[in-house]
């Protein structure tokens, strides 16, 4: 998960998310089939912490992942996986053929650290997200008889760095398998044994705006109007409790509630940036928006407040400048599909209960994953995977100092997202 900000939103409690969770929870209609998955997970269990911590004891950065992809390329060669390497960098995509008519449904797990004051470190969780993944890969292979279509497990470098899924997307991995549908899941601080998505964003899209003028006059003025203009977007009080991301996961405005406060929103950072080159002037501000409609209307109403300005009329008309608009970060953003993502947390919630959770809000600290790119040309879902025990004070918050993880989410992962799969291959 790349973080542009540090902001963190502190989750110290998640029990009024009961508020959000599918109330209904019974046998799905592959009720042996899960059972079969949860008793090979657990037989399994300790064979994957032990992955996860040798992982972990090796990061490696974003372009550098050598040693972690032989390692998931030899885990699934074992196991009897049909093996591709090396799309896009250092990918490994394994693939269950079940040589029977079906779907091809993808799940995609990154492998890739960040850099720490030591030099690299698993402070993001992508070494439990592999671990899952292999985990997923072992019990469903084991199931293969039963199944149908084919399973593809996509094993993604430089995650972090943002070009991970597009330079595989480029250098031809939809040649190379075609599925329908495609998975993936991200560490949270939430408790483990949670998972949550929702359809639509799940993190608020985040630009860096750029306002360019031309043969500028009086360029204090220029930049004192840009930075009015972009400051004017935001539609959050400063007084909102909207700024307090413990509210997050407050069951009354946080994320769980329909009416959330965390929804249609646009807020702006207060840093600005100005760069002043020959005749051209540039003033940068960094702006997220709740949803794509918000978004596309910013060119439309940066206008507007500039030519609404008191001073924007005779001010042009002295510096007779041109002005123009673009944006120098545009990120691709996690688009959930909203009838994939509703079925999944559906027969997810049948299997496991309260345990699944559904979200309404979105998250707007300048999160976001590159698995947004995968995401517009194949239909699918991202999700979030507990992975905190607050009682003992391991608190899973992607890329703080302090990141800790409760290994118990591997088996989770493994239930949840193996059963998953299952049932969208539609046996």
């Given at each position: 998960?790349?973080?542009?900000?540090?902001?963190?939103?502190?989750?110290?409690?998640?029990?009024?998310?009961?508020?959000?969770?599918?109330?209904?929870?019974?046998?799905?209609?592959?009720?042996?089939?899960?059972?079969?998955?949860?008793?090979?997970?657990?037989?399994?269990?300790?064979?994957?912490?032990?992955?996860?911590?040798?992982?972990?004891?090796?990061?490696?950065?974003?372009?550098?992942?050598?040693?972690?992809?032989?390692?998931?390329?030899?885990?699934?060669?074992?196991?009897?996986?049909?093996?591709?390497?090396?799309?896009?960098?250092?990918?490994?995509?394994?693939?269950i053929d079940t040589g029977k008519p079906g779907k091809s449904v993808a799940w995609r797990a990154d492998i890739d650290a960040i850099p720490t004051a030591e030099g690299a470190g698993?402070?993001?969780?992508?070494?439990?997200?592999?671990?899952?993944?292999?985990?997923?890969?072992?019990?469903?292979?084991?199931?293969?008889?039963?199944?149908?279509?084919?399973?593809?497990?996509?094993?993604?470098?430089?995650?972090?760095?943002?070009?991970?899924?597009?330079?595989?997307?480029?250098?031809?991995?939809?040649?190379?398998?075609?599925?329908?549908?495609?998975?993936?899941?991200?560490?949270?601080?939430?408790?483990?044994?949670?998972?949550?998505?929702?359809?639509?964003?799940?993190?608020?899209?985040?630009?860096?705006?750029?306002?360019?003028?031309?043969?500028?006059?009086?360029?204090?003025?220029?930049?004192?109007?840009?930075?009015?203009?972009?400051?004017?977007?935001?539609?959050?009080?400063?007084?909102?409790?909207?700024?307090?991301?413990?509210?997050?996961?407050?069951?009354?405005?946080?994320?769980?509630?329909?009416?959330?406060?965390?929804?249609?929103?646009?807020?702006?950072?207060?840093?600005?940036?100005?760069?002043?080159?020959?005749?051209?002037?540039?003033?940068?501000?960094?702006?997220?928006?709740?949803?794509?409609?918000?978004?596309?209307?910013?060119?439309?109403?940066?206008?507007?407040?500039?030519?609404?300005?008191?001073?924007?009329?005779?001010?042009?008309?002295?510096?007779?400048?041109?002005?123009?608009?673009?944006?120098?970060?545009?990120?691709?953003?996690?688009?959930?599909?909203?009838?994939?993502?509703?079925?999944?947390?559906?027969?997810?919630?049948?299997?496991?209960?309260?345990?699944?959770?559904?979200?309404?809000?979105?998250?707007?600290?300048?999160?976001?994953?590159?698995?947004?790119?995968?995401?517009?040309?194949?239909?699918?879902?991202?999700?979030?995977?507990?992975?905190?025990?607050?009682?003992?004070?391991?608190?899973?918050?992607?890329?703080?100092?302090?990141?800790?993880?409760?290994?118990?989410?591997?088996?989770?992962?493994?239930?949840?997202?193996?059963?998953?799969?299952?049932?969208?291959?539609?046996?």
């Open positions: 998960m790349k973080s542009i900000t540090s902001g963190i939103f502190h989750v110290i409690l998640l029990c009024s998310l009961a508020l959000i969770s599918f109330q209904e929870a019974g046998a799905a209609d592959n009720a042996f089939i899960h059972q079969q998955i949860q008793q090979k997970t657990s037989a399994i269990y300790s064979e994957l912490v032990a992955v996860r911590n040798n992982l972990h004891q090796h990061p490696e950065l974003s372009g550098e992942e050598q040693r972690t992809a032989s390692k998931i390329a030899a885990s699934l060669t074992a196991l009897g996986l049909d093996v591709i390497r090396d799309i896009g960098g250092h990918s490994v995509i394994g693939v698993h402070n993001c969780g992508h070494d439990i997200h592999t671990t899952v993944a292999l985990g997923m890969a072992e019990v469903l292979y084991s199931l293969k008889s039963q199944l149908t279509g084919k399973l593809i497990f996509v094993f993604q470098p430089a995650e972090e760095t943002y070009t991970g899924a597009r330079a595989m997307l480029d250098e031809g991995f939809l040649t190379a398998v075609q599925p329908d549908e495609f998975y993936a899941a991200h560490i949270s601080p939430m408790p483990a044994g949670l998972v949550a998505s929702k359809a639509g964003y799940l993190y608020a899209d985040y630009r860096q705006v750029n306002l360019v003028f031309n043969n500028v006059v009086e360029p204090e003025a220029t930049i004192a109007l840009a930075k009015q203009s972009i400051m004017s977007l935001q539609s959050v009080a400063k007084e909102s409790p909207f700024w307090n991301t413990a509210n997050l996961m407050d069951p009354t405005i946080g994320l769980g509630n329909p009416d959330t406060i965390y929804q249609n929103y646009v807020v702006v950072e207060s840093r600005f940036d100005v760069e002043h080159a020959g005749e051209a002037l540039t003033v940068s501000g960094y702006v997220s928006a709740s949803n794509n409609e918000l978004m596309q209307l910013i060119n439309k109403r940066l206008r507007q407040k500039m030519a609404d300005s008191e001073f924007a009329a005779s001010f042009v008309e002295v510096n007779n400048q041109s002005t123009q608009l673009t944006y120098s970060l545009q990120r691709g953003n996690i688009n959930n599909a909203a009838q994939l993502t509703e079925q999944s947390l559906q027969s997810m919630a049948k299997i496991y209960g309260g345990g699944v959770l559904k979200l309404y809000g979105v998250i707007p600290d300048g999160r976001g994953d590159d698995f947004a790119y995968f995401q517009q040309h194949i239909p699918g879902t991202y999700f979030l995977l507990g992975g905190s025990d607050f009682s003992k004070g391991i608190v899973a918050m992607p890329h703080a100092p302090n990141f800790a993880v409760d290994e118990r989410v591997i088996e989770y992962g493994v239930n949840y997202f193996s059963s998953l799969l299952v049932e969208r291959l539609g046996l």
